[in-house]
């Protein structure tokens, strides 16, 4: 029986920005302390993308020309790129088609996916699909987002939490078993009351009302939403080795969307994983929503052996919350 047609990481590329943003840094901003923000969330610093004129794009070029530089890839030869963002440049066009320009690659057709914190995982089953397809040889899936541009620095609830940076990977067909294998992904849409940004849509367009209101700003319920993510990822993650008769065992990395500390230990813990088989930098970067999954494996690239399995979980606004099951190809 011949192996399956599969999509593969065949290489992983990132990028945060040089400033820092400390927890003592925010202590002078909002009435907060770091060992408030450090038992509560995990983390110590975030990186804040503070050049004018750069966006999300320039952020996730970076990520990519390491991948060029690192497979020696002309980007006339990327077929697709796919970006994972809720902090596209503008509204439209995509974030994807600016990158595209940005890198030269001429020949790829490219769109942006919004899932929020989840958006990197589903980009990444998305542009498995496509190389499942044969028709395509090439994909960037690039998750990036510059939350400082969409975070009040007054509101303790989210500046403590956020911060920039992208991350990176080429998909490649595989025909050794290795890579891609299988996902569950979820969605609820009930879940928008406690996660969002108020104004700027179709629903509510931008006007000086909605400006000095504030609603331009992400928004977010915390309780609700870490009492579903504890949950959502927890189950998906069980649920996903479950249905392939894995157990903890077999799975040499978690990596976990970087929320929060307590929600990545509630993941480990319903996958019977020690912590040292998970990938956690959210000290260092807080949460970078679509980048952190890419940036994990981005930093951890040089501990990953071929074959390892490795297991994928996110949980996002919308609600949006899935799980990945890979087996790493080099």
Same mark, same amino acid.
């Given at each position: ?18 400033t820092k943003l400390t927890n003592f840094d925010l202590e002078k901003m909002v009435d907060t302390n770091d060992e408030w923000i450090r038992s509560r969330? +995990?983390?110590?610093?975030?990186? &804040?993308?503070?050049?004018?004129? !750069?966006? =999300? *794009? ?75 397809? +044969?028709?395509?040889?090439?994909? &960037?899936?690039?998750?990036?987002? !510059?939350? =400082? *541009? ?56 931008a006007s000086i009302e909605t400006v000095m209101a504030k609603e331009h700003y992400a928004f977010q319920d915390g309780q609700p939403v870490f009492k ?12 996903l080795l479950e249905k392939h008769n894995l157990t903890g065992d077999d799975i040499a990395w978690l990596v976990p969307h970087q929320a929060n500390l ?69």
């Open positions: 029986m011949s192996t399956p047609l599969r999509a593969a990481i065949t290489a992983v590329g990132g990028y945060v920005p040089e969330t +995990g983390i110590s610093e975030r990186r &804040i993308l503070r050049e004018p004129g !750069k966006a =999300s *794009s320039d952020m996730a070029v970076k990520a990519i020309e390491e991948i060029l530089r690192k497979k020696n890839l002309d980007p006339l030869e990327i077929d697709c790129i796919i970006c994972a963002t809720v902090t596209p440049d503008m509204v439209f066009p995509a974030t994807a088609n600016i990158i595209g320009n940005k890198i030269g690659a001429k020949n790829a057709f490219g769109f942006d996916l919004g899932a929020a914190c989840s958006g990197f995982l589903f980009a990444l089953t998305t542009g498995s699909n496509f190389i499942e397809s +044969g028709r395509y040889k090439k994909i &960037i899936v690039v998750g990036v987002d !510059k939350m =400082s *541009s969409i975070i009040d620095y007054t509101d303790r609830a989210t500046c403590i939490i956020f911060g920039d940076g992208a991350g990176a990977v080429l998909l490649e067909p595989n025909m050794e078993g290795l890579g891609y294998q299988d996902s569950i992904l979820k969605s609820d849409g009930s879940g928008c009351e406690f996660l969002h940004i108020k104004a700027g849509g179709s629903l509510k367009p579903f993510a504890v949950k959502g990822m927890a189950d998906v993650s069980a649920e307590r929600i990545i230990d509630a993941t480990a813990n319903r996958m019977g994983l020690p912590i040292e088989k998970v990938m956690i930098n959210i000290q260092k970067y807080g949460n970078t929503t679509a980048a952190t999954i890419p940036l994990c494996l981005w930093e951890w690239e040089s501990r990953l052996n071929k074959g390892d399995n490795i297991v994928l979980a996110a949980f996002g606004g919308g609600f949006t919350w899935g799980a990945a099951w890979l087996k790493w190809a080099y």
